[in-house]
């Protein structure tokens, strides 16, 4: 079966630096997806990536490895804003969104 | 950048009444639009995928007499939740594709239902 794994919540301090993990078992692979959704709000798109690798945009970075099955999402100069759930989301072969649980990031002062 | 709207934003309904929710690409055309339900601290559930001018393709588990999808143009689909339920008070939230060269979907900023 098809299967996105991340951790549920992750806590962090204001200013640090998370990375948060996910690992992915789809049929075929078309790329993944990382996604921020605060709460009662719907998900705004943050990343995509296709090929081995890290890709930095501003204080966000998104990293690929398809032989290992693995991403992460790193976020820098963590700030209170950043107070999120993430998203991860891989495309299988037909090109359907296969979507992880979600992990809450929490920030502290 | 792509811009999704959904109408209404949060409807409040009685149980037994159906409730239509509007999604509409604004400066795209969208061939393909997806339908998915959120409850709270879970996931997004994908229930149907909708191609302008032709049936929408549900997900197992998502029954399609109760969630009538239509898609009459490539700017607009609706959801249409029929006989409406308290079990199906949730956040549904639309998006688009088709709009670049990946496959990035565009969200609309969802729809809270209330059944009572």
């Known amino acids: 079966g098809q299967n996105i794994d991340q951790p549920t919540e992750m806590t962090a301090t204001e200013g640090a630096i998370v990375q948060i993990n996910c690992t992915y078992q789809t049929s075929g692979f078309n790329g993944l997806f990382w996604y921020q959704q605060h709460a009662g709000e719907a998900p705004t798109f943050l990343s995509y990536?296709?090929l081995d690798g890290l890709e930095e945009k501003g204080r966000f970075s998104s990293f690929l490895s398809r032989s290992k099955g693995y991403s992460y999402l790193l976020l820098k100069e963590l700030q209170m804003k950043d107070s999120a759930s993430y998203l991860c989301?891989?495309?299988?072969?037909?090109?359907?969104?296969?979507w992880g649980a979600g992990t809450k990031l929490i920030i502290k002062p | 950048g792509a811009v999704v709207s959904q109408h209404p934003s949060w409807v409040i309904c009685k149980s037994g009444t159906s409730v239509k929710i509007e999604c509409r690409s604004l400066d795209f055309q969208a061939t393909t639009m997806f339908w998915y339900r959120q409850f709270p601290k879970q996931s997004l559930m994908l229930m149907a995928t909708?191609?302008?001018?032709?049936?929408?393709?549900?997900e197992q588990g998502v029954e399609k007499d109760k969630f009538l999808i239509n898609h009459a143009s490539l700017t607009l689909s609706t959801l249409t939740v029929t006989s409406a339920h308290p079990e199906d008070s949730s956040f549904y939230i639309c998006?688009?594709?088709?709009?670049?060269?990946?496959?990035?979907?565009?969200f609309g900023p969802g729809t809270r239902l209330t059944v009572l």
């Open positions: 998006s688009a594709g088709g709009h670049s060269s990946y496959n990035e979907q565009f």
């Open positions: 990536n296709v």
């Open positions: 989301a891989a495309v299988d072969s037909n090109y359907q969104l296969i």
């Open positions: 909708s191609n302008e001018g032709s049936k929408a393709t549900y």
